[in-house]
C-alpha cells in the first residue's frame, strides 16, 4: 500500500509563545523527512502544505540522533523571534524523548542561520559570512538583501535558490556603503555550512 505523500503520525505539546498556544503535529513523508507543524487551534494541518505561508520545521531522524533541515514561519506571526522559540521548543522536546539533534543539514538560508546562531547553535565553517541588511521602510519583500563579507567560494556558486525561490540577494559593495547604517556583528552570519551545539 503506498502512503501519502506526507501524513500526520502523532500530535505534540502545544508550543506556548507571545501568549499563543500553538497546536504542534508531526507529519511524516514519504522520503523520510519529518515536519512538525505549527498552528493555532482553529486551522486545520493537512500535511505537506502548497504554501511558505505554514509555521514548520523539517529534520530527519536516526537511530543517534536528528538533523535540523530548515523551518518557515507564517507571515502573521514573523518578527517576534518565533523562530527562535522554535528552535528551542524542538531542541527540547527531543532532549526529552532522548534524542540528541548531532547536527544541521548545509545552511543557505542566512535568516536560517541567524536564528540558530540566536538559539545558541555554531557554524561548522566559516567559509561564507554575510550580513544581513535592514530591511528599508516600505520593503515588503520576503527575500532578505546580504552584504557577502567574506568568501571562500567562488560568487557564482553560492546556493542563493531552490526551485521554491531565492534565499538572498546580495547588494553591491558600494550600494551597502551608501545607502545602509552599520549594523552590528550579530548580523553576520555564516552559511554553507552546517551548525551544531557547541
Known amino acids: ?25 508531526l507529519f511524516q513523508h514519504e522520503d523520510g523527512r519529518r515536519h512538525l507543524y505549527f498552528t493555532d487551534p482553529e486551522t486545520e494541518i493537512t500535511g505537506r502544505e502548497n504554501t511558505r505561508d505554514v509555521t514548520r520545521l523539517g ?5 543517534d540522533g536528528v538533523m535540523f533541515l530548515g ?22 522536546s527531543m532532549e526529552q524523548r532522548g534524542i540528541p539533534i548531532t547536527r544541521t543539514g548545509n545552511i543557505y538560508k542566512p535568516i536560517i542561520a541567524l536564528t540558530l ?11 561564507v559570512l554575510v550580513e544581513i541588511l535592514p ?49 552590528g556583528p550579530e548580523m553576520t552570519v555564516a552559511i554553507h555550512t552546517p551548525y551544531h551545539m557547541p
Open 59 to 63: 529534520y530527519r531522524q536516526w537511530d
Open 71 to 92: 523551518m518557515s514561519v507564517a507571515r502573521r506571526l514573523r518578527g517576534n523571534q518565533l523562530g527562535v522559540s522554535l528552535v528551542n521548543f524542538f531542541r527540547n
Open 117 to 127: 546562531s540566536r538559539a545558541g547553535f555554531m557554524p561548522i565553517s566559516r567559509d
Open 135 to 183: 530591511k528599508p521602510a516600505g520593503d515588503e519583500s520576503e527575500i532578505p538583501k546580504v552584504n557577502l563579507v567574506s568568501t571562500l567560494i567562488p560568487p557564482t556558486e553560492l546556493v542563493d535558490r531552490s526551485e521554491s525561490g531565492m534565499f538572498f540577494d546580495i547588494v553591491p559593495p558600494d550600494v551597502v556603503e551608501k545607502s545602509y547604517p552599520i549594523t
Open 1 to 25: 500500500m503506498k502512503m501519502a505523500k506526507e501524513k500526520c503520525i502523532e500530535e505534540w505539546e502545544p508550543l506556548v509563545v507571545n501568549e499563543a498556544c500553538l497546536r504542534t503535529f
